[in-house]
């Protein structure tokens, strides 16, 4: 029977001897060998990285509005806070979802910064506690604020508060009066 099964075998099988398979084999075996171990390789350094990540999530602090990281300790967290920075940007975030209502009627209280109308600088920058708006900005302001109507309860006069602001000299556009 064994005879009849080596001759239905096709005669290409013929051509190859024992030791080529063996060959073969090895070389096939050693490059399978070489690939599973890069593998393991790439699969030691993810598993190193992630370790160390895991490690050290949850033991910093970051600031959104600084984009610091701040090391762990609640000192550290406090120091931060309380810091000219901080405070600064925390403020500058806050200002850009504010109204232009509010902001004008923050400006209403502010005469314009000596300094800023000189120099075109300030020393004291953001804060100033006078105005650095240019003309263009409060008009721009007003426009905005007329746009999404001012709140009934204020008692704030567009009209009054621009001819007392702006120079007598400035001409504005008929959209403002």
């Known amino acids: 029977m064994t005879e009849r099964l080596v001759q239905s075998y096709p005669s290409w099988l013929n051509q190859y001897s024992s030791e080529q398979d063996e060959n073969q084999w090895s070389f096939l075996l050693k490059r399978q060998e070489e690939y599973y171990q890069t593998q393991l390789n790439s699969?030691?350094?993810?598993?190193?990285t992630t370790h160390r990540a895991l490690r050290n999530m949850?033991?910093?602090?970051?600031?959104?509005?600084?984009?610091?990281?701040?090391?762990?300790?609640?000192?550290?967290?406090?120091?931060?806070?309380?810091?000219?920075?901080?405070?600064?940007n925390k403020r500058m975030y806050y200002l850009q979802f504010k109204d232009p209502a509010e902001i004008l009627l923050d400006e209403r209280s502010k005469r314009m910064c000596n300094k800023w109308i000189q120099t075109g600088s300030c020393p004291f920058g953001e804060n100033c506690k006078y105005s650095h708006r240019s003309i263009y900005e409060l008009t721009q302001l007003i426009e905005q604020a007329k746009q999404n109507s001012f709140p009934s309860s204020s008692n704030f006069d567009v009209q009054r508060?621009?001819?007392?602001?702006?120079?007598?000299?400035?001409?504005?556009?008929?959209?403002?009066?």
């Open 43 to 48: 699969l030691h350094s993810v598993l190193t």
């Open 58 to 88: 949850g033991r910093k602090y970051h600031c959104e509005y600084c984009d610091k990281r701040i090391p762990p300790g609640l000192t550290h967290r406090k120091n931060h806070n309380r810091a000219v920075q901080h405070i600064n």
């Open 161 to 177: 508060w621009i001819a007392k602001k702006l120079p007598s000299d400035i001409i504005l556009p008929a959209s403002l009066t």
